[in-house]
């Protein structure tokens, strides 16, 4: 996949009734900041599993112009809150030298063949990859189109191309005046072929690309006209809602169709082996109806499932030796003869849910001939590899209209909604369009969890205080060896281990281990992905250890950096911009504390300070972040902010208060009653500074979380005297008290 030649990459032809189509390839390649090839790259295989056979649905095209000189760019990415749906004009528009205004975007149909990431592997959208992506070949595609209509233009003037110039899609012979926009060329040029290859803008001579681009997709969220998946409205379509078995494993043991079919609008009730839906005229009558319904349930071989039982069996899973991700030097022989402070701690993270603003849903029109699948989703090729597969549909009949999404953060990487949906609709009526809707408290009962983590690491310090051994096991489910198999070599799951095995600071021996265990219930990526769990705990870790040489937080890691440095750049201007050396101002009846952390993941360098501070109940308020980040080349630094913002919102949630623990096979979470999202009048003052660069792009939507639990943790510290090797913080300090 993605393997074209270079002569391959590019093609020109005409558009159906007229205008230019121009194809290129999304070439497969390693991320130039790693030294290896991203196991990021086996998550599209999941994509050729699910498919089962090669695409043939794909326009072949990814950017068309009219004769009317508008630019449409077949996106091959969904937007879900990153920004992706202005980034990746702006990488077009740049080159083609038109105006972002004249660039119009539509859903890329599923295909991984034409339009899979080049980092991911497949047509996904995830892992901050998107402009990471296409930041060459998007540019490269743009500048070539330019290329072509300029050399149509100056032929037909007679003249060199070197003549003449463009502007907002107009070429302009400068000498005389003569000007002719891109739709009077497309047709012309179309019947050109594409150049051999074409030189790209220099930083220095970028127009847009830098510049604080407003959000192309921002009016029509705002006046309503933006189509998510809860908003898809079909003639005759009808809403059902769900309940599937509280227990994983579970079945439907009994359910009173009677009283369901009695509620006013209520039209059918639909089983399956471990749920059951009621459709509806509208969701009101659905609900009403699985009310009245109240299915029971056959628990299965899970419903002895605790929370407590698993923390012990990952105890006694970890005490036993893992799979080696990373082996430097001798841990083991420097931790026993190291001459100074020797540390070690359990750190633990909980499963968490992704709790989407819009909820799960799924809308299918299933037929005998074919199926239509209204959803928005990470994984459009999984989703119709799966549709096909259950329904026995050819690809080709099985059709994936993606919408915006309205929240992602991992959850619409996974397809178990949308097979579900089709499920049932194989009990309706053929030809019947139904919404399948989640409610909120099912969407957070039969989420799929970010893995519950259970860490233990041990270091040893020198007489100067300096880390001599890094000893590092991390027992967790593999999310990669369901998602990517291919990804897991030698027993390691890259991504659990993503963040740890990549240590920036120098210590000469280092080791870091990983155990699988496998809970009962289905685990999956989450915002930050692996990085949101190792650098929580290396990061805390590490300041044990500055704590225990007796050294400032900041000077410890830097002087440990030498070798990394951006990573001690960031960490640096982190610590500049947040006024480290300074103290915090008091505030009364509250202990206040500030904490730092620094990390290098998704291609990106970036470092927090936190500022906290904890009540007389333990309460945990955090004042302000202070955010550096070097990304390199920024596309559009309101997003970059953005995203950032966002990330440091969303990571405060889940430090302070997000888990999902279980009870006799049992989610005892419901709803954002008891699930808890940070508050408006809740979030810190948030400083973002971006250090300038001209190094390739690195992803931006998930640093700002993955950096944030431990700057946090670290000011708790520093406020209190308490270190938190347990998330979320929750009441620990409140018991303490």
């Known amino acids: 996949m993605n393997t074209l030649p270079r002569r391959s990459f590019l093609k020109f032809g005409a558009a159906t009734g007229g205008g230019l189509l121009v194809s290129f390839a999304l070439p497969l390649r390693a991320q130039p900041d790693r030294k290896e090839k991203p196991a990021e790259a086996a998550v599209g295989q999941a994509a050729e599993k699910a498919t089962g056979e090669a695409g043939a649905l794909a326009h072949n095209a990814f950017i068309r112009i009219d004769r009317e000189g508008v630019v449409t760019l077949v996106m091959h990415k969904v937007e879900m809150g990153q920004g992706t749906y202005t980034s990746m004009p702006m990488l077009l528009a740049e080159e083609l030298e038109v105006d972002i205004t004249q660039v ?86 179309a019947r050109r072929p594409a150049p051999a290859d074409v030189k790209l803008k220099p930083a220095k001579d970028f127009k847009l690309i830098g510049t604080p681009v407003k959000r192309l997709d921002s009016p029509e969220k705002v006046n309503g006209r933006a189509r998510f998946g809860i908003d898809v409205r079909l003639p005759g379509m009808l809403v059902a809602t769900v309940a599937a078995s509280p227990v994983v494993g579970g079945t439907l043991k009994s359910a009173d169709e009677a009283k369901a079919l009695a509620v006013k609008g209520v039209r059918q009730v639909l089983k399956i082996d471990n749920a059951v839906a009621v459709v509806g005229d509208h969701m009101w009558a659905a609900k009403q109806g699985l009310a009245a319904l ?35 030097g001798d841990a083991a022989q420097a931790f026993a003869q190291a001459p100074g402070r020797k540390l070690e701690a359990v750190y633990e993270l909980p499963f968490l849910a992704h709790a989407t603003m819009e909820p799960i849903n799924t809308t299918v029109v299933l037929q005998a001939d074919g199926c239509d699948v209204y959803v928005g989703t990470q994984v459009p090729t999984i989703a119709q590899g799966a549709v096909a597969k259950l329904t026995g549909l050819p690809l080709d009949k099985v059709r994936i209209h993606n919408h915006l999404i309205g929240g992602g953060f991992g959850r619409r990487l996974e397809v178990d909604s949308v097979v579900q949906a089709v499920a049932f609709a194989k009990k309706a009526k053929p030809g019947t369009p139904i919404k399948f809707v989640w409610t909120r408290e099912e969407d957070i009962q039969h989420d799929m969890f970010r893995p519950y983590y259970y860490d233990r690491l041990q270091a040893a310090l020198d007489a100067q205080g300096r880390p001599v051994s890094w000893s590092h096991r991390i027992t967790a489910s593999s999310i990669m ?24 600071y120098q210590i000469p021996n280092v080791k870091v281990d990983y155990v699988r265990h496998e809970p009962p219930v289905p685990t999956a990526f989450w915002r930050g992905v692996g990085p949101t ?40 201007l982190a610590a500049e911009k947040a006024g480290w050396k300074t103290p915090m ?41 202070v955010c550096a980040v070097d990304c390199g080349q920024v596309i559009n630094p309101d997003t970059v902010r953005a995203q950032i913002e966002s990330g440091v919102n969303f990571g405060i949630t889940a430090a302070l208060w997000s888990e999902i623990t279980f009870d006799q096979g049992r989610v005892m979470q419901n709803n954002f009653t008891d699930y808890r999202m940070l508050r408006m009048n809740e979030s810190p003052t948030i400083d973002v500074h971006i250090i300038n660069s001209t190094e390739d792009p690195g992803g931006i939507g998930e640093p700002g979380t993955s950096a944030l639990a431990p700057a946090v943790t670290n000011a708790v510290f520093a406020a209190t005297g308490q270190r938190i090797r347990k998330l979320p913080i929750g009441e620990q300090l409140a018991r303490k008290a």
């Open 533 to 572: 769990h190792n650098i929580f705990v290396v990061e805390s870790f590490m300041d044990e250890l500055a704590a225990a040489a007796g050294a400032d937080p900041f000077e410890y890691r830097r002087g440990l950096l030498a070798k990394a440095p951006r990573e001690r750049r960031v960490l640096e």
């Open 585 to 625: 101002k008091p505030i009364e009846g509250k202990r206040v504390g500030r904490g730092i952390s620094v990390q290098f993941a998704f291609g990106s360098y970036l470092a927090q300070v936190a500022e906290v501070a904890v009540d007389g109940e333990g309460n945990v308020q955090v004042l302000r972040v």
């Open 104 to 189: 119009k975007l539509e859903h890329a149909p599923p295909d991984n063949e034409r339009y899979g990431d080049p980092l991911l592997g497949g047509q996904v959208t995830g892992g901050s990859t998107s402009v990471r992506g296409a930041w060459v070949p998007l540019r490269k595609a743009g500048a070539s189109a330019r290329t072509v209509l300029v050399a149509t233009a100056a032929d037909r003037w007679g003249v060199p191309a070197s003549a003449c110039t463009v502007r907002n899609g107009v070429v302009t012979h400068t000498a005389s005046g003569r000007s002719l926009h891109y739709g009077q060329l497309v047709d012309e040029a």
């Open 294 to 328: 109240a299915p029971t349930w056959n628990d299965g071989p899970n419903a002895g499932f605790t929370n407590a039982k698993l923390v012990a069996d990952m105890q006694a899973a970890a005490a036993k030796p893992g799979a080696v991700a990373r082996n430097d």
């Open 481 to 504: 060896a369901r998602f990517a198999p291919p990804a897991v070599k030698d027993g390691v799951d890259p991504d659990a281990v993503e963040g740890a095995k990549d240590l920036p």
